[in-house]
């Protein structure tokens, strides 16, 4: 079974400040690596994916993240930020490693969220 | 584009009573799902269903939850009788799952519900 670890509840970053949310995975095989945003009372707003390739992956709002397979970590990054940054941020896996055929159950394991505050 | 859509996005019940809640995904994703996320938690999988079969319902609390997608678009979620500890969001998702490599997985804004 995969699990996904979020070790902080919470990160304070000044703006302006480059921000970092860890996080760091369990899974069988290659791991599918999500990050989504959620801010008060809405839903989960996707933000970027590993799937193959490159490690640094490139999303939406500036976010970037980097996959790093021999610690286990799908961090996630930005280089400045914002106070519009400020909200919950969730990182989850897919059982999926490896392409598939489809047809096959694929929902996503989430770790317990970090709040990202940004301070102005 | 549209984005998924549910409704109500309130929900207040006593507990034994039955909710309903309903999901529209965005035209043209077969792949819809249902997550229940808890206060203080990540969202967890209740149900997955691929057209109008269930792919993934091993999470799902069966003496009390069901849900259906009959016609292999919208889909409804129920719960009867609830109990205090579904107070939670329920959020409902949908992907495009027509090609091999996994597809994003869009959210709706969830169903709060709150069971007294």
């Known amino acids: 079974a995969q699990s996904v670890a979020q070790p902080e509840d919470q990160v304070n970053v000044a703006e302006g400040n480059p921000l970092t949310v860890k996080c760091t995975y369990s899974?069988?095989?290659?791991?599918?690596l999500f990050w989504y945003v959620q801010y008060p009372n809405r839903g989960l707003q996707f933000l970027l994916k590993?799937?193959?390739?490159?490690?640094l992956v490139k999303g939406s709002y500036g976010f970037e993240a980097e996959f790093n397979k021999s610690q286990t970590s799908f961090h996630l990054k930005k280089p400045s930020a914002l106070v519009s940054d400020s909200a919950l941020y969730f990182c989850?896996?897919?059982?999926?490693?490896?392409?598939?055929?489809?047809?096959?159950?694929?929902?996503?394991?989430f770790g317990k969220g970090t709040h990202l505050i940004i301070q102005p | 584009e549209a984005g998924v859509a549910q409704s109500p996005r309130y929900k207040i019940i006593e507990k034994r009573q039955s909710v309903a809640f309903w999901c529209n995904p965005i035209?043209?994703?077969?792949?819809l799902y249902w997550y229940q996320q808890i206060l203080g938690q990540g969202p967890k999988l209740l149900i997955q269903f691929q057209n109008n079969g269930v792919v993934d319902d091993s999470q799902l609390p069966k003496d009390r939850f069901s849900a259906e997608r009959l016609k292999g678009v919208d889909s409804t979620l129920k719960i009867q009788p609830a109990k205090l500890e579904d107070s939670a969001v329920y959020l409902c998702?949908?992907?495009?799952?027509?090609?091999?490599?996994?597809?994003?997985?869009?959210f709706g804004p969830g169903t709060r519900l709150l069971v007294l």
């Open positions: 998702a949908s992907s495009l799952r027509d090609r091999r490599f996994q597809e994003t997985q869009y």
């Open positions: 035209s043209g994703h077969a792949t």
């Open positions: 989850a896996v897919s059982p999926y490693g490896v392409m598939y055929s489809g047809g096959g159950a694929d929902g996503l394991t």
């Open positions: 899974v069988s095989g290659n791991p599918y």
């Open positions: 590993y799937i193959t390739g490159d490690n």
